[in-house]
Structure formats: C-alpha cells, structure tokens
C-alpha cells in the first residue's frame, strides 16, 4: 500500500476549523485527527488505529489534547469473519473515540474559560 504525507493538510484542516469557528463566534474547536484505522480481518479482526483529539480555542492554541495509538483484536467468526467485522469495527470506533475524548483533560479544554496555560496540553 502506497504512503501518503498529509502533514499539510493537516495544518490546512486546522486552519479551515479554526476560521469556521470564528465566523460561527465558537470559543473552542476539537479537531479530531484520525492517522490510521485500519481492520484486518482473517478469523478474528486486528484493528490497527492512531487518534488524536485536540482542544483548541479561537487563537489555535492548544488547551488540551489525547492521543491513542495501538493494535487490538475485535471479536471474530470462525464461520463469517466479514461480516463479523462488519457489525464489530463500529462498535470498536466508537468506543476508541469515546476513549479518546472522555477524559477529564479533554472536558476541561472544552469547558475552560481562560486563556491556554503553560503545560495544559501536556500529556
């Protein structure tokens, strides 16, 4: 499988956010960055996955941010691997962004008031 760079369309897709945010006079953006999620299936499912969410607020300075990265496996079927993954991988992505973003540093990025603070986004 080809590689693909997409460092400056990162830097692009932030950009984009962060000017929507301030048209619509947002205070805080999360920008959710997905590097890699991929399921390979045999029997069972192998989810590879790279996530990270930031808190930023209208200046793009970083409030807070979480990052998971790793390789699971997801229930498969002996029988109908496919279609196990099929009705498994949503459920693993849910519950990947749900672990991403339900943490008490990502709640207070968004609720917080003030300007950024040294060390804020500090994992």
């Not at 830097?11 to 947002?26: F, I, P, Q, T, Y």
């Not at 962004?97 to 040294?118: F, K, V």
């Amino acid at each position: 499988m080809p590689s693909v760079s997409v460092g400056a369309d990162l830097v692009s897709a932030r950009d984009s956010a962060l000017e929507a945010a301030k048209r619509n006079g947002a205070r805080r953006v999360l920008f959710l960055t997905v590097r890699q999620w991929k399921a390979d299936t045999y029997t069972n499912t192998s989810l590879y996955f790279d996530l990270s969410a930031e808190v930023l607020d209208s200046t793009g300075s970083v409030l807070a941010q979480n990052r998971l990265q790793g390789r699971e496996e997801v229930e498969g079927s002996f029988l109908n691997p496919p279609s196990a993954a099929r009705e498994n991988v949503p459920v693993a992505y849910r519950k990947k962004i749900e672990e991403l973003l339900n943490t008490p540093r990502i709640a207070d990025g968004l609720q917080s008031t003030g300007p950024a603070s040294p060390g804020a986004g500090a994992q």
